[in-house]
């Protein structure tokens, strides 16, 4: 079965760090963009990060710039995003998403829920 | 940054009645649009890619239309299934969503 499984969510206090975490099956992972997309309660999606096939570019929305880290284990078909310095701006379900090069996203995971709170 | 713009915010449409959802994009986008369907508690599905083109799967009751800044999606004949809530996303200068436009049965 083809399908993106992300875990490591949870309640961090303001400051905090988390990892997220985003295992693929079904599909050769390793010829894939893959990113991260969020939705804040009741609220509309945000692409946050991408990184290219073999982990070589990464690209990340302003407002997590210098706080998040994206990275990928091809051997692992596994995705990574590294937040620090959360913020309580930064709660959302957190999907994983893969594409063909810089194009829509064409399957999603499940989500995992961030919660940034004190 | 592009943005894109959805119209209207909600909808109401009866079952079996044609539905239309716009989407504008600040400057032009060419044909790099997506539409998607998310329903509560489930990851966001994709109907559309390249403004007109039916993703895998997807009925032929789905369709996508325009160029440049403006696009529709259009559900010809709506199944209680539809009901949800549909957003644009824009992949010519990285990615942006529209807000969303809520499609509730009247």
């Known amino acids: 079965e083809v399908q993106l499984v992300e875990s490591g969510g949870g309640l961090v206090q303001p400051g905090g760090s988390l990892r997220l975490s985003c295992a693929a099956s079904?599909?050769?992972?390793?010829?894939?963009?893959m990113s991260w997309v969020r939705q804040a309660p009741g609220k509309g999606l945000e692409w946050v990060a991408n990184i290219n096939q073999d982990g070589s570019e990464k690209y990340f929305v302003d407002s997590v710039k210098g706080r998040f880290t994206i990275s990928r284990d091809n051997a692992k078909n596994s995705l990574y995003l590294q937040m620090n310095s959360l913020r309580a701006e930064d709660t959302a379900v957190y999907y994983c998403?893969?594409?063909?090069?810089?194009?829509?996203?064409?399957?999603w995971g499940q989500g995992t829920m961030v919660t940034v709170s004190s | 940054e592009i943005v894109m713009t959805q119209s209207p915010v909600t909808l109401s449409v009866s079952p079996g009645e044609r539905a239309t959802l716009s989407c504008r994009a600040s400057q032009s986008v060419s044909g790099n649009l997506a539409w998607y369907q998310q329903k509560p508690g489930q990851a966001p599905r994709l109907l559309i890619y390249g403004a007109s083109t039916r993703a895998t799967d997807i009925p032929a009751r789905f369709s996508g239309s325009g160029s440049g800044t403006e696009f529709t999606l259009t559900i010809s004949s709506l199944q209680s299934e539809d009901f949800a809530v549909y957003y644009c996303l824009q992949y010519k200068n990285w990615y942006t969503f529209g807000q969303g436009t809520k499609l509730e049965i009247k």
């Open positions: 079904g599909f050769t992972f390793s010829t894939y963009w």
């Open positions: 998403a893969r594409s063909v090069v810089i194009s829509a996203f064409d399957m």
